[in-house]
């Protein structure tokens, strides 16, 4: 009778410790197998917003993920063929204006006129944009049409709204022809569902 | 199989291009060949080890040299 019954308390203990080894070891299986996954909503067009989305999903795809790029509003203007991408410190009070080039003197000083009050210089757009190429080039940071070049190399999968394109009038044919497919939300949130990573920028 | 030492100069570059340039290299490489990458981005110190372990490749060594730049060596897996 006692054996019996030690026989029945044992064996639960047993059957748990035998599960637990089966766990671990087919949740490792599972982890090894995983492929992660990232999916990035990109809504700015400008110079400064287009690298996160890109550094982030060429980098992604350096380390082996399966990443998606959907682009809306703004962030279309990322996939233009030309593409013009501009900065402005209006609205941006914290861009740094420094010089890249010129007198020793003038170099990496900040101008100390407010953006707001710059911005209202004609063609200060494009000086700022020049600055900031300039700087780029200097500090050995790759441009976004190269940054670009990379992620459709690493077949990050180029997503676009088409929601957009009716709204701004814009043609199919203005873009890269590297555009996986052009949806709309109920597209893009089941690849979100499953991404290990979202973000939006 | 002998193995073979390949070089990458990644110097001068930024985030993310010293990693986006080895993971080029090291695809074109043979398992347990070993590509040694040069850099001055000092982020890439964190970054390539990073590399390593999610991509499975070994960080034989990190360096710094005199210059004041890196030096890897990565092995393939």
Request: proline content about 6%; glycine content about 6%; overall charge negative.
């Given at each position: 009778?006692?054996?019996?019954?030690?026989?029945?308390?044992?064996?639960?203990?047993?059957?748990?410790?035998?599960?637990?080894?089966?766990?671990?070891?087919?949740?490792?299986?599972?982890?090894?197998?995983?492929?992660p996954?990232?999916?990035?909503?990109?809504?700015?067009?400008?110079?400064?917003?287009?690298?996160?989305?890109?550094?982030?999903?060429?980098?992604a795809?350096a380390l082996g993920w399966?990443?998606?790029?959907?682009?809306?509003?703004?962030?279309?203007?990322?996939?233009?063929?030309?593409?013009?991408?501009?900065?402005?410190?209006?609205?941006?009070?914290?861009?740094?204006?420094?010089?890249?080039?010129?007198?020793?003197?003038?170099?990496?000083?900040?101008?100390?006129?407010?953006?707001?009050?710059?911005?209202?210089?004609?063609?200060?757009?494009?000086?700022?944009?020049?600055?900031?190429?300039?700087?780029?080039?200097?500090?050995?940071?790759?441009?976004?049409?190269?940054?670009?070049?990379?992620?459709?190399?690493?077949?990050?999968?180029?997503?676009?709204?088409?929601?957009?394109?009716?709204?701004?009038?814009?043609?199919?044919?203005?873009?890269?022809?590297?555009?996986?497919?052009?949806?709309?939300?109920?597209?893009?949130?089941?690849?979100?569902?499953?991404?290990?990573?979202?973000?939006?920028? | 199989?002998?193995?073979?030492?390949?070089?990458?100069?990644?110097?001068?570059?930024?985030?993310?291009?010293?990693?986006?340039?080895?993971?080029?290299?090291?695809?074109?490489?043979?398992?347990?060949?070993?590509?040694?990458?040069?850099?001055?981005?000092?982020?890439?110190?964190?970054?390539?080890?990073s590399f390593c372990s999610q991509t499975g490749h070994?960080?034989?060594?990190?360096?710094?040299?005199?210059?004041?730049?890196?030096?890897?060596?990565?092995?393939?897996?």
């Amino acid at each position: 009778m006692s054996s019996h019954a030690s026989r029945m308390v044992e064996r639960p203990d047993d059957l748990d410790a035998w599960f637990d080894r089966k766990f671990e070891q087919k949740m490792a299986e599972r982890e090894a197998a995983h492929v992660p996954s990232m999916t990035i909503i990109a809504t700015k067009g400008t110079m400064d917003m287009a690298y996160p989305p890109f550094i982030l999903a060429s980098t992604a795809a350096a380390l082996g993920w399966d990443v998606s790029l959907f682009f809306t509003f703004y962030g279309l203007n990322l996939l233009k063929r030309d593409l013009d991408l501009k900065v402005t410190p209006l609205g941006n009070p914290a861009m740094p204006m420094k010089m890249p080039q010129g007198p020793a003197w003038l170099q990496g000083k900040e101008l100390s006129v407010p953006t707001s009050v710059m911005s209202l210089m004609p063609g200060f757009q494009n000086m700022a944009t020049n600055m900031m190429l300039k700087t780029i080039d200097k500090k050995g940071v790759a441009r976004i049409d190269e940054l670009r070049s990379l992620c459709i190399e690493a077949e990050v999968k180029l997503v676009a709204c088409q929601m957009t394109v009716d709204l701004f009038d814009y043609r199919k044919d203005e873009f890269i022809p590297e555009i996986e497919e052009w949806v709309g939300a109920a597209s893009f949130l089941p690849r979100a569902q499953t991404a290990d990573v979202n973000l939006f920028i | 199989m002998t193995q073979q030492i390949h070089t990458l100069d990644a110097r001068g570059l930024n985030c993310p291009l010293p990693i986006l340039r080895t993971k080029k290299a090291i695809a074109n490489l043979s398992s347990g060949d070993v590509l040694e990458v040069t850099a001055t981005d000092p982020g890439s110190v964190k970054d390539l080890d990073s590399f390593c372990s999610q991509t499975g490749h070994q960080m034989l060594s990190s360096d710094a040299t005199d210059d004041g730049g890196f030096v890897f060596r990565i092995q393939k897996a």
